[in-house]
């Protein structure tokens, strides 16, 4: 059974939204056998969703993600060695992941790295013979990394995060930068996560 841990800093907000949405559009692709979690890598006291968070949930209905899945929790190395597929808000999220397991580099993307890669991916589905299963799946997104020019290619310290300025692969958090500074962000998260959602499905279909 695949699992998704989608990860931001706090757990309050990016990643919560991220992983709803990844879950409800993906569910009819995997029924039964798909697991999205979340998780932050400086959670603070099981700190509850955001309200914004909850706003968007409930009004895209999928309020049952609130119910089952409340407070925030942290990433550790056993979350990470369970993972097939990590999603980061951003580049810091992505280094701190390969810190906690040098194995996971492989299977650790920011959700919109991922998105780029997985446009990529389209093109080789004609060629692909027979079925990809999940994890074959994501090895492919690692390898197609040494060939698609991705927003951000060589800026900052490669794998090791981004360098002083906002890279083009970050949704930054917005909790810090003022109301509308946060709903920019609620908006990024919730379109990230819908185009990623609508890649997966078609990368399932077939021949995946």
Known sequence: MPVIVVVCTANVCRSPLAAAILDAGLRSS???????????????????LCASTVRQLAARRIPGYVAERSRAGQL???????????????TAQRAIVAQLSTAARSRTFTLREATYL??????LRASEPEPL??????ERLNTLRATIVTPGSGRGRGFGGPGRRRHPLDIVDGHHKGPKS???????????????SRLLREDAAVPV
């Open 30 to 48: 995997y029924p039964g056998t798909l697991t999205l979690l979340s998780a932050g890598t400086a959670v603070r006291d099981e700190q509850e």
């Open 76 to 90: 550790d190395t056993g979350l990470v060695d369970t993972a097939d597929l990590i999603l980061t808000a951003d």
């Open 118 to 123: 997985l446009e990529g991916a389209a093109r």
């Open 133 to 138: 299963d999940f994890s074959e799946s994501v």
């Open 182 to 196: 946060h709903a920019d962000v609620v908006h990024e998260v919730t379109a990230a996560a819908e185009e990623l």
